[in-house]
Nanobody, 125 residues
Framework: QVQLVESGGGLVQAGGSLRLSCAAS????????MGWIRQAPGKEREFVAG????????YYADSVKGRFTISRDNIKNMVYLQMNSLKPEDTAVYYC??????????????????WGQGTQVTVSS
C-alpha cells in the first residue's frame, strides 16, 4: 500500500499546459504500476495514462495520445503527468493511482487499488 498526494491542477486556457505531480509514500513504491485516472461530471472514470514499475512502458488513452506524457522518478517517489494542448474536454478531477498488478494486466480504473484525493483540472474555451 502506498499513500498518494496529487498537486498541480488549476485553470488553464484551451491550448495551454499543466504538469500534475504525485508524491508517493511507501517502502514498495518502485514495485508499483502507476497511473492517472480522470473523472468528469456526468462521465465514467477514464484510464488516461499508465506506466510500469521501471518506467520503460507506458499507456495512453486515445483521447490524450500525443498530448500527455506520464513519467516517474523512483528515487524521489514521484509520478508526473505533463499535459499539453489542453482541450475543454480534458476538464476533470485527475487521480494518481497505483497497483501491484503487472503493467500488462492493467485494463482500467478498477485495476488500481491505491488512490490519491484528486486534483481539479479546468480548461476554458
Amino acid at each position: 500500500q502506498v499513500q498518494l498526494v496529487e498537486s498541480g491542477g488549476g485553470l488553464v486556457q484551451a491550448g495551454g499546459s499543466l504538469r500534475l505531480s504525485c508524491a508517493a509514500s511507501g517502502r514498495a513504491f518502485s514495485s508499483y504500476t502507476m497511473g492517472w485516472i480522470r473523472q468528469a461530471p456526468g462521465k465514467e472514470r477514464e484510464f488516461v495514462a499508465g506506466i510500469n514499475w521501471i518506467g520503460t512502458s507506458t499507456y495512453y488513452a486515445d483521447s490524450v495520445k500525443g498530448r500527455f506524457t506520464i513519467s516517474r522518478d523512483n528515487i524521489k517517489n514521484m509520478v508526473y503527468l505533463q499535459m499539453n494542448s489542453l482541450k475543454p474536454e480534458d476538464t476533470a478531477v485527475y487521480y494518481c493511482t497505483g497497483t501491484l498488478r503487472a503493467f500488462k494486466g492493467v485494463v482500467g480504473p478498477n485495476d488500481f487499488n491505491s488512490w490519491g484525493q484528486g486534483t481539479q483540472v479546468t480548461v476554458s474555451s
